[in-house]
């Protein structure tokens, strides 16, 4: 499938970093141009000058925060503006909240919701017709691990996981025979920013991880074999099927120990930064 990929366009949320700018540079040093998404335009326009110079392709950027409302319809109007006609959506943005109901907002886990959930859908929706019209193009919905299991003190952010899980699957088999892909990619612990921005400690970290890369060699993998669904690394693979192994309740009271601990190691204002 990505034999069709030079020369066409994808666009990337959450492009300013790690897995978002992991999928940029893959897919610009395979010929694609690529439209760059994120809240703040100084680290995509770096991100864009490197890929121009480096890859000879074509940017575009377009700094917009998704967890507004309407924001993904003005991002398609952008691109449409622009003359981009997308192959590949990556829906990347996203981002987590830990702790439990006694010392996180509402409002934090709607504006989580929005992003992780709201956003990733509204965009699918605007880009997925079209597609589907012409009988070509793609669709990588970044899920998570922990959308194959609840995950105590990060409970909406798993459950927002498992929605893009299950949400990516349904479409994968409706869009079956009309030459358009859907397909999630389900990344366990990676090494970006997304932990130590956070304050969490070295001391959670440094078991066996992945790198941006690894995620993005194997959502793109999958792709190419127009799988539904791919987790990423066969640790995390297998860590995927503890909930139809052991109960779901053991695997969610092992969940508690370790993000309990997690959560009282993070400074209080950092709970919603992951």
């Not at 899920?143 to 899980?165: E, N, T």
């Not at 949400?167 to 932990?195: D, I, K, S």
């Amino acid at each position: 499938m990505l034999d069709s990929f030079p020369e066409r366009w994808a666009l990337v949320t959450g492009a300013s970093s790690g897995i978002g700018a992991a999928f940029a540079r893959k897919l610009a040093s395979l010929g694609m141009h690529v439209a760059l998404s994120a809240p703040h335009r100084d680290p995509l326009e770096k991100l864009a000058a490197d890929l121009r110079t480096n890859c000879g392709i074509r940017t575009l950027v377009v700094a917009c925060d998704l967890t507004e409302q309407d924001q993904a319809k003005v991002l398609i109007d952008h691109l449409k503006d622009s003359n981009v006609c997308l192959e590949l959506l990556v829906n990347n943005a996203g981002f987590g909240v830990l702790g439990g109901p006694t010392n996180v907002s509402a409002a934090s886990i709607l504006k989580m919701l929005r992003l992780n959930v709201s956003a990733l859908t509204e965009l699918t929706y605007l880009v997925l017709p079209e597609m589907m019209a012409r009988q070509h193009g793609a669709i990588i919905n970044v899920s998570s691990l922990s959308a194959f299991q609840p995950v105590a003190y990060m409970a909406a952010y798993a459950a927002s996981k498992a929605y893009v899980l299950h949400f990516t699957e349904a479409l994968w088999a409706e869009t079956q025979r009309t030459g358009v892909t859907v397909t999630a990619v389900c990344p366990g612990y990676t090494r970006t920013a997304f932990w130590k921005s956070a304050g969490v400690p070295d001391c959670f970290t440094g078991h066996p991880q992945q790198v941006p890369e690894q995620v993005v060699e194997a959502a793109l993998k999958a792709l190419r074999k127009r799988l539904p669904y791919v987790v990423s690394g066969w640790r995390n693979y297998l860590l995927s099927l503890g909930p139809r192994i052991v109960s779901r309740q053991l695997v969610v009271s092992q969940t508690a120990k370790f993000t309990k601990q997690i959560h009282s190691a993070v400074p209080p204002e950092n709970h919603r930064h992951f």
